[in-house]
């Protein structure tokens, strides 16, 4: 009889199960398929060394049977293509539907094509939907009347470009005849976890033709509150036999009164945090393969991929454990992904000064040479419509290094101004990319140079999917502009899966492709995570689908449904495990306290509290000494119960690391590199020697406060006048920035510099008045050998040149005042308490020794910039002299040391920072100084980067 031919298996839930259902109805010939692609993997995994099956995704395998029965069909559209669709539909949806104005994002267009689909899979269609909506609620109507919109729309699209859905092959396939001879004699099909009507209907109907099918659901007899969308697959078919694998198991007390006995070992770990988790994983993983376990036996799984990932890569590379790992990330997460886009962002801006965001990435190999080049080229006078020509010139004169830009500037020559279809604007694209070098310049790196293909392999396919469908739609040819903003949408809403060598350690973020494995460890077992909450639908809500439900005569699934099929989940997760069930959950994450999932408490009371736990709290990094098999640990753990002393702290050795620390005293150096070297050798040492690249916006403030200097504010002659040049200064440094900051960096720096550059002048003038200066004796940006200073001293038998320029130098009652702009005014109060309280003061005590062949009255510094007053100090104090006037924000805070005693001090000082600098020493000194350093995340001991607290106690760390 042809309904003998429909068999439904209901096999125990898991990798278990699938492996003992498999074992029992695979058979030579036949061909295995699945409605969904991960549980076929799983098939495929568990049937590898079983020769003569056929392995075939479902949407393929219908395909082929309308071949069989000699049915025309046009190409699957892929999901990309779908959402393409629905873009365009959302594009010319009806504006008066209540849902149009939310149509403009990506996020709406694949809501309404994935309900769509949803709709489709329960034989839900346009005209029915028609139908419905005139009797249904006015909510529920419009929302009906705007899927009917887009579905047409999207159906129109689909005729244009001769595609078609799964949907519709399976619809074709009605009143259809196989011949009786067809060579697929036996079909294994593994149901989905949630329903699909459509498909189990297709089986009826192939099974009716002659076809022997044997379809798989996971079903627990004995239980009618778990795997419900099984049980309503088996209400649903007509005429079928039906067949159960397998008996009663220990997972069947879950959730219910009883408890069982027959269950394997169960553990319950926590940790401090989900580092400390990954890593005890780790060494338990290590040590069950030291004991004989094979690594394809151990799996590890959790559903927080995204934060779990990384903490389980680095956490196995350190201790040496082999994963076989694939990891999903967003696209424009991946440095090659990004650097397409800045490139193409660049390319149509007006702005030529973008370049220099675009030279600053690694991936275009800048030397610093040629950035220094660049630099000089874009940052130059002239009008900025014409930096574009001038950087092409400079490119082809002196740019010999720089193909990547000649062929840039090139592609930009022909391309900026064009308009063109979006699949001409992909090939000008891969044109681009191709003549840059820009997927092969991080080719040395083979792991680097496999992520950065699949991303191009990503960024183009998204592309070209969306390019046939706008294409075929006659879509109007575009601006440059307007592709990089689709490219931008489109690109954000893409993943890339980076493989890992396929041994190992199986780690899975779906359980559905998880197979039978001897030990499972289960990371985040967390309320949330497992099971995740409660989340309705935001287009067709709960209410929504009961009552379009009630209008079609069928059941929608729902979120309660959603949320049932959580404990499923953890079922499955239970049944696929044959010894040792591992769950894991760490106490802490960055922000919060975390809470256990409800799950664990319900498996120890189904196994009458047998559950075993264990902590590993923060203070346990790694195991006892006695206990330490893994060398990470045993370094760890030595180091830990050893004396408690800090690690000698290494200098630069190597000849050429010493030439780029050590000072070059022809060249000279400034006060604050002295300053700061004894603040922070590793600081000075990046900021001076090396010279990096701090991010712009941070460059941009500190140049803020060089602005006084170039418009030679203490010369100004009148209010007005050191208001126009503070402000022309001020938009030549946002001129020169512009390139390097986003716009809401650019609006940051700008609004500050407007704010300092008022409140300096208002101050410039008021001082003039409190603290009148000697007629003839102002001087502006001045240098430290100019005007009677000094900028050579003799220290330990050799004469030290310091540079630096001052905003300006005067004197009052003859005494010599240097002016300075500086962030804070921390170290001119400290100048008469030494400068271990603030070694920022070191650097103003080197401004007042350089006075000292100019000032027989004595010598000052007045201080200014970004802290909202101005402070003078002198020596000797002066203070009768030069009054404070609080109102006007003018404070002399004096110093309280003679003038002899504090040179003194200041040329010890020098010794002390001369010789620190001289050592090629570069160690970074954590302290108060990293909250606003620049450097603190390339810092391994910056105190608010890196987390180094002391594991000793404050003696030991003294």
């Known amino acids: 009889m042809a309904d003998a031919r429909l068999q439904v298996v209901a096999m125990p839930p898991g990798g278990a199960g699938l492996r003992e259902a498999l074992s029992d109805v695979v058979r030579e010939g036949s061909v295995v398929t699945a409605y969904d692609d991960a549980r076929l993997l799983a098939a495929h995994t568990v049937c590898q060394d079983k020769e003569d099956v056929e392995f075939l995704p479902f949407g393929d395998l219908v395909g082929r049977v309308m071949r069989m029965a000699g049915m025309e069909q046009r190409r699957l559209a892929s999901r990309s293509q779908r959402y393409a669709m629905a873009s365009l539909a959302c594009a010319d949806l009806d504006p008066t539907l209540p849902l149009a104005e939310a149509a403009s994002t990506k996020g709406t267009h694949r809501l309404f094509s994935d309900r769509l689909d949803e709709l489709a899979v329960f034989g839900v269609d346009a005209p029915l939907l028609r139908s419905v909506a005139a009797r249904a609620s006015t909510a529920l109507a419009e929302k009906l009347e705007a899927l009917v919109e887009i579905h047409d729309l999207v159906q129109d699209s689909m005729d244009v470009t001769r595609r078609e859905t799964l949907v519709h092959r399976i619809q074709a396939c009605w009143g259809a005849k196989l011949d009786q001879d067809t060579p697929l004699n036996h079909l294994v099909v593994l149901a989905a976890h949630e329903e699909k009507p459509l498909y189990d209907a297709w089986l009826e109907w192939l099974a009716s033709s002659g076809v022997e099918v044997q379809l798989l659901v996971d079903l627990v007899p004995v239980r009618e509150d778990l795997f419900r969308d099984g049980q309503r697959t088996l ?86 454990l082999s994963l076989d790992f694939s990891r999903t990330v967003p696209l424009l997460s991946c440095g090659l992904a990004a650097s397409v886009l800045s490139m193409l962002t660049t390319m149509a801006h007006p702005d030529a000064r973008k370049l220099l965001r675009l030279a600053e990435n690694q991936y275009f190999n800048v030397s610093r040479d040629d950035y220094v080049g660049m630099e000089a080229v874009l940052l130059g006078g002239g009008q900025s419509t014409d930096r574009w020509e001038r950087v092409e010139v400079w490119a082809e004169t002196d740019g010999a290094n720089l193909e990547w830009l000649r062929s840039l500037l090139s592609w930009r020559r022909e391309h900026a101004r064009s308009h063109k279809s979006l699949s001409a604007w992909l090939e000008s694209l891969r044109q681009i990319v191709g003549e840059t070098g820009l997927a092969d310049t991080m080719g040395k790196d083979p792991d680097v140079s496999a992520r950065d293909m699949r991303a191009q392999a990503v960024l183009q396919r998204s592309l070209a999917d969306h390019a046939f469908i706008y294409d075929q739609a006659g879509q109007n040819e575009m601006p440059l502009s307007r592709f990089i903003s689709i490219a931008e949408e489109i690109w954000k809403a893409e993943t890339v899966t980076f493989e890992s060598p396929k041994s190992g350690v199986r780690v899975t973020t779906n359980y559905d492709s998880l197979p039978e494995v001897r030990v499972l460890f289960v990371l985040g077992m967390l309320e ?70 409800y799950y664990l408490e319900e498996l120890d009371r189904a196994l009458g509290g047998k559950v075993e736990r264990r902590n590993y709290p923060r203070g346990v990094p790694a195991p006892p000494l006695a206990e330490c098999n893994l060398s990470p640990d045993l370094a760890l753990r030595n180091g830990l119960e050893g004396p408690r002393e800090w690690p000698a702290l290494e200098k630069a050795t190597d000849p050429r690391a010493v030439a780029l620390l050590h000072p070059d005293w022809d060249e000279g150096a400034s006060p604050a590199e002295l300053a700061h070297v004894l603040v922070c050798p590793f600081h000075s040492a990046f900021r001076y020697r090396l010279r990096l690249r701090v991010p712009a916006l941070g460059r941009g403030f500190g140049a803020l ?54 409140e300096w002048a208002d101050r410039e003038f008021a001082a003039r008045q409190v603290w009148p200066r000697d007629e003839g004796s102002v001087f502006a940006d001045v240098a430290l050998n100019e005007h009677g200073l000094k900028n050579e001293f003799k220290l330990d038998g050799q004469t030290k040149r310091f540079i630096d320029r001052l905003a300006g130098i005067y004197k009052i009652n003859g005494v010599s005042v240097a002016q300075v702009y500086l962030p804070s005014d921390a170290g001119v109060n400290e100048l008469s308490n030494g400068f271990d309280a603030d070694p920022g003061a070191f650097e103003l005590g080197i401004v007042l020794l350089s006075q000292v062949a100019m000032g027989p009255k004595g010598t000052g510094i007045e201080v200014d910039g970004g802290f909202g007053r101005r402070v003078i100090a002198s020596l000797p104090t002066g203070s009768a002299r030069v009054p404070s006037r609080h109102d006007a924000g003018l404070t002399n805070a004096g110093i309280s040391t003679s003038k002899d005693s504090f040179n003194r001090s200041v040329k010890e000082r020098l010794k002390e920072s001369v010789r620190a600098l001289e050592s090629a020493d570069a160690r970074a000194t954590p302290g108060k100084h990293c909250e606003t350093c620049l450097f603190g995340d390339v810092c391994r001991r910056s105190a608010t980067n890196s987390g180094s607290d002391s594991p000793f106690d404050e003696e030991a760390a003294e």
């Not at 209410?543 to 079609?552: A, I, K």
């Not at 402000?727 to 500050?752: I, K, M, P, V």
């Open 528 to 597: 949330g995570s497992m099971p995740r909450r409660r989340r309705e639908d935001p287009l067709l809500d709960d209410d929504d689908r009961r009552e379009l439900g009630d209008l079609l005569g069928i059941r929608l699934q729902d979120s309660k449904d959603e949320a049932r099929r959580e404990r499923d989940d953890f079922v499955r997760l239970c049944a696929s495990v044959t010894h040792h069930l591992a769950l894991s959950y760490p106490l802490t994450n960055d922000d919060r306290d975390n809470v256990p999932a």
């Open 235 to 320: 209400a649903r078919l007509k005429k079928y036999k039906r067949r159960v694998v397998g008996g009663s198991r220990w997972y069947e007390a879950l959730f219910t009164p009883l408890t069982a006995d027959d269950a394997p070992r169960v553990s319950v770990t926590t940790s401090s945090d989900p580092l400390s988790e990954c890593e005890w994983v780790v060494r338990e993983c290590l040590a069950l393969i030291e004991e004989g376990t094979p690594a394809s036996s151990i799996g590890i799984t959790t559903r927080e991929s995204e934060s779990y990932a990384p903490l389980l890569s680095y956490a196995a590379a350190r201790f040496g």
């Open 705 to 758: 406060l060089d602005i006084p200097r170039r418009a030679r504010l203490v010369e100004a002659p009148s209010r007005e006048e050191a208001s126009v040049r503070l402000r022309g200064e001020l938009n030549a440094l946002l001129d020169r920035f512009s390139g390097r900051l986003e716009s809401w960096e650019y609006a940051l720096l700008q609004a500050t510099g407007e704010r300092y550059i008022e």
